[in-house]
């Protein structure tokens, strides 16, 4: 996606321990333009398989997972990290590691919101090293739902999460890609 890698070339900032910054767009402040032609780019790929559900982890992956879901028509659900009150048991609940927190969290989802007859694209703002999308995928299993596709605004490819994902056998759509060589970031 043209206009988002020129974002990240003009404003990205890559970090020691392989964390690239996009605070000012994505992650902490919001460009409301550049995210609704993210979602329009990602309905775009996965119109044809019949998507009821988007599912993401909370906070990132709900910009670009709204933005999905209202291209697509279709509701949005993102995994809690804290079980409300209100969230009743029976809940599907998975553990991701955490690169940018450190350490672990919980991944949860109401047993009312998701189910079997529900075919998923899960939306998450980065690719890393797939961890997270790997939670989201058992929690989506958990629940019986069908799994068509995985989206993520942005891959990092020198983290190889692509790899870890090719096993599930549904599209994997990134918008951009970000690659480290010689310590300079490349995007594409």
């Known amino acids: 996606m043209k206009a988002l890698v020129e974002r990240i070339q003009a404003e990205a ?7 690239v910054k996009v605070d000012g767009f ?8 550049l995210t609704m032609a993210m979602g329009q780019e ?18 990132s992956g709900i910009a670009p997972s709204l933005a999905t879901a209202q291209a697509l028509g ?9 079980r409300p009150l209100t969230m ?13 927190k450190g350490g672990t969290v919980q991944l949860m989802i109401s047993p009312e919101y998701l189910h079997a007859r529900d075919r ?12 997270t999308i790997e939670a989201l995928v058992r929690i989506v299993a958990q629940s019986g739902a069908t799994l068509c ?13 692509r790899e870890r994902l090719t096993h ?10 970000i690659d480290i060589q010689d310590g300079s970031m490349r995007v594409s």
Not at 149 to 161: D, L, N, P, R, S
Request: proline share 6%; glycine share 12%; net charge negative.
């Open 88 to 100: 009743p048991d029976g809940f599907y609940m998975t553990e991701a590691p955490s690169h940018t």
């Open 13 to 19: 900032v890559y970090l020691d321990g392989g964390i």
């Open 149 to 161: 596709g995985i989206g993520c605004v942005i891959e990092k490819a020198y983290e190889h999460g």
């Open 74 to 82: 279709v509701p949005l659900v993102y995994a809690r990290k804290h």
């Open 168 to 177: 599930l056998g549904v599209p994997i759509v990134s918008l951009a890609r």
């Open 26 to 33: 994505i992650n902490h402040q919001i460009d409301p333009m």
């Open 120 to 131: 998923v694209l899960l939306i998450d703002d980065f690719l890393a090293t797939g961890c």
């Open 42 to 59: 990602f309905a775009q790929h996965f119109c044809g398989a019949g998507i009821t559900k988007i599912v993401t982890a909370e906070v």
